[in-house]
């Protein structure tokens, strides 16, 4: 505990013995039995028992762990709740061991406490209010809208008021889609209308910050909230839950940027632990590719279902040093090693899974940036196809039961060399699964916020150098989920393989990348940001797809994770072809390029081919 706050918490315990003391002398003058009461020394102990039972009391309510300055109805329902069962607590000890003091002493002295207590509190949060932590330097302070007036809410305000440099702002007007809110204040501030009215308060108030206070709104209510708060120039900010914070954490509590992920609006995926535990608890786990965005957030998640270890497999080695360090921080209970090396070297394969004998394996290793696949088509062929080879022939070879291929949604009728090689490693996977003991399978999914070389970070990036923003089209569209979604998906599709079947995630509808882009300019409050638009890349699709002409859907036991049906590969032609690319490997891209293209029939080296 924060030697802040324990001083803060033995000096409110010091104030509740005095308390005790206080309020059963007072009760007994005002109920005439002083003389009766404190008729001998004793007394002064027996008051001392009652006052660690209000102690013990208050601490089984936490109250010693509130910031005072920012309770509410809450605490002081919590004061009366803790004094109540404390002073009967008190009395029935009292009466064990033989002491008799008048019923209305008790009950006197119960009403003091409350009033006592209640009002001790009620100072310290006056006197914090009076005495506000100031920044050491001046930060610039917006006239603020809050969104919604709950707890949350009024924290907003007092804090801003107090001129917390970890909220700067100056709270003018609030909003709450409760009607009976409507026309109330809160510290002042007055709440006038509700999301619908925020437009026209921002024009009404010259309002420059938007601060989302609810954390506790459903993913679609908060979609509906930014929708709107996104068609203002004003900076966008929102706050966590207060009530699942840390007593340690609340006073560092600032405002956070609004996350892209929430714009999608959907409610978030959580992982099926009864499903997952089926095949990973107390198994050895190997992930390829694990230092990487979609690898690493592979292990966090399997770190959860409780494996006996997890393998990382990866070529660079901060990242997945990084990882472990993290890894074995939350998870002690969990085996975590590293193993550096490529899935190109057959040979480190092969002695990586004699050594560790993985039940399961997560293939996550690849190239997967297009516009550098299509300058390097050699090298997305060796990773991405043979590197997969390698992987799959050692999990044949060593009895492996489960392996799941991350695919991507590129991969339906591709345009890209990385597309096509991602289809190839589909093939690969429904190649073996065919013969093979160990059940493949493939997830299919889009792009992922956030990941590694996704538009995100490069959109933030030139938002915070002032621009410009580059888009390649303006009617380009993508589907997006956010890693930790993908992740726990590709996981629960992993226990539902019977053996080569491509799942496939529901990415929801897709995103304009122009209005992506927007929306983040508006996000980061940023004005006069221009956008570019510079043009399809080589390889690069207008629209992306999760199935193929042929392809239909079957449904599975999640809502949300489909299996693709209906499309058909010939197995002795996927090893022939097998043979050539490695052929090709050993000649010029343009060759390597038009192999490639002949083992994958739906690919068409062209932007907008039919």
């Known amino acids: ?130 005495h506000p932590v100031r920044a050491s330097t001046e930060v610039e302070r917006p006239r603020t809208l809050i969104v919604g007036a709950g707890e949350t809410g009024s924290l907003t305000i007092t804090r801003m008021a107090s001129k917390d440099p970890n909220m700067p702002g100056v709270p003018v007007v609030a909003t709450d889609d409760d009607p009976t809110k409507k026309g109330s204040r809160i510290h002042g501030v007055k709440v006038a209308g509700g999301t619908d009215d925020i437009l026209s308060l921002v024009e009404q108030y010259d309002v420059k910050q ?91 998640q399997l770190a959860k279902v409780a494996p006996a270890r997890i393998v990382v497999f990866d070529i660079y080695e901060n990242d997945a040093y990084l990882l472990r360090l993290e890894l074995l921080s939350e998870y002690d209970d969990v085996d975590v090693r590293v193993e550096i090396g490529s899935v190109c070297d057959r040979k480190r394969v092969d002695e990586l899974f004699e050594r560790y004998r993985p039940s399961a394996v997560f293939h996550a290793a690849a190239h997967k940036h297009v516009p550098l696949m299509e300058a390097c088509p050699r090298e997305a062929i060796q990773n991405n196809v043979f590197g997969t080879l390698n992987v799959v022939r050692a999990s044949d070879k060593f009895g492996v039961r489960r392996f799941i291929f991350i695919s991507t949604d590129k991969a339906v009728n591709p345009t890209s060399v990385m597309g096509a090689t991602k289809r190839m490693g589909e093939m690969v996977i429904q190649y073996y699964a065919r013969a093979s003991k160990t059940i493949f399978s493939a997830v299919r999914f889009g792009n992922v916020l956030g990941s590694n070389g996704s538009v995100i970070p490069l959109f933030k990036k030139q938002i915070a150098a002032g ?142 081919c039919e």
């Open 210 to 300: 938007i601060v989302v206070a609810i954390p506790s709104a459903t993913a679609t209510e908060r979609r509906h909230i930014y929708s709107v708060c996104t068609q203002t120039d004003c900076k966008l900010k929102t706050l966590p839950n207060i009530r699942e914070l840390r007593i340690d954490e609340l006073g560092d509590v600032a405002l956070l940027d609004v996350d892209v992920a929430d714009l999608l609006g959907r409610e978030e995926i959580v992982l099926d632990t009864r499903i997952a535990s089926s095949y990973i608890s107390g198994e050895t786990v190997l992930v390829t590719g694990g230092g990487g965005s979609i690898g690493s957030e592979l292990c966090r």
């Open 467 to 608: 621009g410009p923003v580059t888009v390649t089209h303006p009617e380009i569209e993508r589907y997006f989920m956010t890693v930790p979604e993908a992740t726990r998906l590709v996981i629960q599709a992993g226990s539902m393989a019977k053996g080569g079947e491509i799942f496939i995630l529901d990415m929801g509808e897709p995103v304009k990348i122009l209005d992506l882009a927007k929306n983040l300019i508006r996000l980061s409050g940023a004005v006069g940001i221009e956008i570019v638009f510079t043009g399809l890349r080589d390889g690069e699709k207008m629209y992306e797809e999760l199935l193929m002409d042929e392809e239909s859907t079957l449904a599975t036991e999640s809502r949300s994770i489909m299996i693709s049906a209906g499309q058909e590969i010939g197995y002795e032609e996927v090893a022939a072809k097998l043979d050539e690319l490695e052929e090709a490997l050993g000649g010029c891209d343009e060759d390597a390029v038009r192999v490639l293209g002949s083992a994958v029939p739906t690919y068409c080296h062209t932007v907008n």
């Open 1 to 130: 505990m924060d030697l802040h706050i324990a001083k803060r918490a033995a000096l409110l315990l010091l104030c509740d013995v005095a308390s005790t003391y206080l309020s059963y002398w007072l009760a007994s003058l005002l109920t005439n039995v002083y003389d009766e009461v404190f008729v001998n020394n004793e007394i002064y102990f027996m008051l001392g028992i009652l006052a660690l039972f209000n102690i013990a009391g208050l601490a089984l309510f936490r109250l010693y762990n509130n910031l005072w300055e920012y309770a509410s109805v809450d605490e002081a329902i919590q004061i009366m709740l803790s004094v109540v069962l404390s002073t009967l607590a008190g009395a029935v000890f009292l009466w064990v061991i033989n002491v008799r003091l008048p019923i209305r002493v008790f009950v006197a002295s119960a009403i003091l406490l409350v009033l006592i207590m209640g009002g001790v509190r009620m100072v310290w949060r006056i006197l914090r209010r009076k």
